[in-house]
């Protein structure tokens, strides 16, 4: 137990080990933590657990250090079992411990664990005394899950806000302050990036509701990651710039390709771009060899994406599919966007990537360029010149 507060304690788990998390939906180059609390008053709260690999180890040591008979009440602030997965074995040995979630949270931990455990179903403005303190439940739809939500412990002012907030960096030191900060914003804003795109509505109307509620914040502690302790608000400001619509002056290009022609499309391209736009970042990806999660984190930043892949059995390659749906539930907002691609015979794929830009919300802003078989000297100028086009065309944008 490493005591975060007066009589607040974090008891998670860091795991310096995992590279893939939701399957192997998102890349965790860094590792992540578990993080789950324990506030001590007259009542003792748990809040969260750790991921169920590590749910024995996390039952075995809590035992060590208080007795689980001690724990009254269970916070689960979202039923995903990075955080809840250590409570089939905890709830074996306090069945009665009332359970506070929010109503779609039991129908998920019911989902998870098929247990009909002593269910709390609580709302936005519930609270929970614990003695001198109060819990205060907070309910925070989408973000990132229907279930999730936050809650504030009051006299230590501290928000306990799960995945919002959090990103997936293995660290024994605990706070904000004392990590690597380019580490730290590199792993927040690929979370942002490809977790929370979907959702900027929301985040921006939690953030809202959170600040007009003028609740005094010293700590805001996450589910994964750091705990915010020096200038809290400061991730907070950050969600909310990277909720309207984020981009810098950037163009990314991401292809995949055969025998090299298309992946000469694209440097012929970014050439154009860059002789009309020296200043604009240009950056280039060939998606089969780089990590996806990575590449959406540079999309994320980019004011226009272009993707690029040969025609092949009339389609594309399956490493931009497979990148194409990716976008697609993202959402991007207010991003340029453009296809390229060489073809031997029907030379589908440019179409079919502009088809799904579109549908992924991007705005096409060219019709795309194709190149026959190997692209020739002639061919390459016209992707410079196209490159010229997109630079002219993505200008004028004012980068946020
Ligand atoms: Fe960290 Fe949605 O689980």
């Known amino acids: 137990m490493k005591e975060i507060k ?18 192997s939906e998102y890349s965790t180059h860094r590792g992540t933590t578990y993080n789950s609390y324990i506030i001590e008053d007259e009542k003792t709260a748990l809040i969260d657990t750790v991921w169920s690999p590590y749910g024995s180890e996390f039952v075995r040591n809590l035992g060590k250090q208080i007795s689980l008979r001690k724990i009254d009440y269970v916070v689960a602030n979202h039923a995903e079992i990075d955080h809840s997965g250590a409570l089939g074995e ?30 709390v179903p609580v709302e936005t403005g519930d609270k929970l005394s614990l003695g001198k303190k109060e819990i205060v439940f907070i309910e925070a739809p989408m973000l990132h899950w229907p279930d999730s939500m936050f809650c504030y412990l009051t006299e230590q002012n501290i928000l ?97 390709t055969m025998w090299n022609g298309t992946r000469n499309m694209a440097e012929a391209i970014a050439q154009g771009i860059k002789s009309v736009d020296d200043k604009v970042a240009v950056k280039l990806f060939n998606i089969s060899h ?9 999309v994320f930043q980019s004011k226009a994406l272009l993707v690029g892949s040969p025609t092949i059995n009339r389609g594309i390659l399956s490493a931009v599919a497979g990148f194409m749906e990716q976008i697609r539930g993202l959402k991007f907002k207010q991003k340029k966007a453009s296809a390229f691609g060489t073809y031997g015979w029907s030379g589908e794929s440019v179409d079919m990537i502009n088809n799904g830009l579109k549908d992924a919300g991007f705005e096409l802003i060219e019709s795309g360029i194709r190149s026959a078989w190997n692209p020739d000297e002639k061919s390459l100028k016209e992707c410079m010149e196209f490159g010229k086009v997109i630079a002219n065309q993505t200008g004028s944008e004012k980068p946020k």
Not at 9 to 23: N, Q, S
Not at 186 to 204: D, H, M, R, W
Not at 213 to 225: E, F, V
């Open 160 to 256: 306990f806000s799960n995945d919002a907030f959090g990103q997936h960096l293995s660290t024994e030191l605990l706070y904000n302050d004392l990590v690597d900060q380019a580490e730290l914003f590199q792993e927040c804003i690929k979370y942002y990036a490809n977790i929370l795109t979907p959702f900027s509505g929301q985040v921006e109307k939690k953030i809202d509701e959170f600040k007009s509620l003028n609740l005094p914040l010293d700590m805001i502690c996450p589910s994964h990651g750091v705990i915010w302790r020096d200038n809290p608000l400061q991730i907070v400001d950050k969600y909310l710039e990277w909720s309207k619509s984020y981009r810098k002056d950037q163009i990314t290009i991401v292809y995949d």
């Open 90 to 119: 905890l709830m074996d040995q306090i069945p009665d411990t009332p359970i506070y979630c929010t109503k779609n949270g039991v129908e998920s931990l019911m989902g998870h664990f098929h247990r009909d455990w002593n269910f």
């Open 290 to 298: 780089t990590d996806k999660n990575d590449v959406v984190t540079e």
């Open 6 to 23: 007066k009589s607040v304690y974090w008891v998670g788990k860091v795991d310096w080990e995992i590279r893939e998390f939701h399957g």
